[in-house]
């Protein structure tokens, strides 16, 4: 298989829109900011709990606490891998005990990814409850997990991928949907 058709999803105006619409909805179901903190997944997930936690304080007009968590050692597939894990930062320069913890992800899928930051935020402390948000929800999931906040349900099939690109400034921004196309002779 290689990488055949891609299909923007969002543009940047469109992330702009969905993440200021999950801001909103974060900060209903919480009845406002207090006692709530942010932390991204490395690496696609930083960038958008950044975000969030700037329009939080465009809103409210209060500084969220915003960290990040790398879960490569905490993945189920690391005696598989058949690799060595990079390993990123993890920074999360506030206790998390009996805070409202939004967990913020780029792609949901099969819900690995989320069990092992599920299981580093443990490592951390004791909150008084994980929330997930997502910018994309793909399906497939292997484990019973759901996001309580979602941006964009996107079904796919298991040969397609969905791209979050976060690089540059924002106006850059884009979902993308790629499709495998089989190799010749497949």
Do not use: C
Request: hydrophobic content about 40%; charged content about 30%.
């Amino acid at each position: 298989m290689k990488k055949g058709i891609r299909k923007v999803i969002l543009d940047a105006k469109g992330m702009e829109r969905v993440l200021s619409r999950l801001t909103h909805e974060i900060l209903e179901k919480n009845k406002g900011a207090e006692d709530l903190v942010l932390v991204g997944i490395m690496s696609g997930g930083v960038p958008l709990s950044r975000f969030i936690q700037e329009k939080i304080r465009t809103i409210e007009g209060l500084e969220v606490p915003a960290g990040y968590v790398d879960i490569t050692l905490y993945r189920d597939d690391l005696s598989r891998a058949g690799y060595q894990p990079r390993l990123k930062r993890t920074e999360i320069p506030f206790s998390i005990d009996e805070k409202k913890v939004v967990l913020v992800d780029d792609v949901l899928f099969t819900g690995r990814t989320i069990r092992a930051a599920l299981d580093a935020l443990i490592d951390f402390g004791r909150p008084r409850n994980i929330q997930l948000a997502v910018l994309m929800d793909r399906g497939h999931r292997e484990l019973p997990i759901r996001a309580d906040y979602v941006g964009r349900n996107v079904p796919t099939s298991r040969s397609e991928t969905v791209e979050v690109a976060v690089q540059g400034g924002r106006e850059d921004w884009k979902v993308l949907l790629n499709e495998s196309t089989p190799a010749k002779g497949e």
